[in-house]
């Protein structure tokens, strides 16, 4: 049912933890279902040095959001920016149609740590005008 690649960033995930001085730190999910991600960029000149998560949910969702910080790494904000929930499900080669909502958590939690991002820096980033990072997305 689970990809070797989804089980090995479940049982191995990357980039666990907090970043104590991060430029953007994102939490989407809902607790009444039980998938929680917060997501901690550390950015400088554009570029997201670091990334980690600490997610409360299921295998799913803990793969999704190892995966989606192994993606943004290294990059721009704007290529950041274009990782989206069907990027994280190939990464991981393929979820479960019912756990696709945890690709989409990832793809919410990356967005909200830019949007805090940008909100404490006063930065504009392009993709981020109508993201609402309160959105339900089961």
Known sequence: MYSEKVMDHF????NVGEIEDADGIGQVGNPRCGDI???YLKIENGVIVDAKFKTFGCGSAIASSSMATELIKGKTI????????????????????IKMHCSVLAEQAIKSALLDYSKKNNVYIKGLEDFDPTEDVH
């Open 78 to 97: 704007e290529e950041a920016m274009e990782v989206t929930n069907k990027a994280v499900a190939e990464a991981l080669d393929g979820l479960p149609p």
């Open 11 to 14: 049982l191995n995930p990357r």
């Open 37 to 39: 991600m917060k997501m």
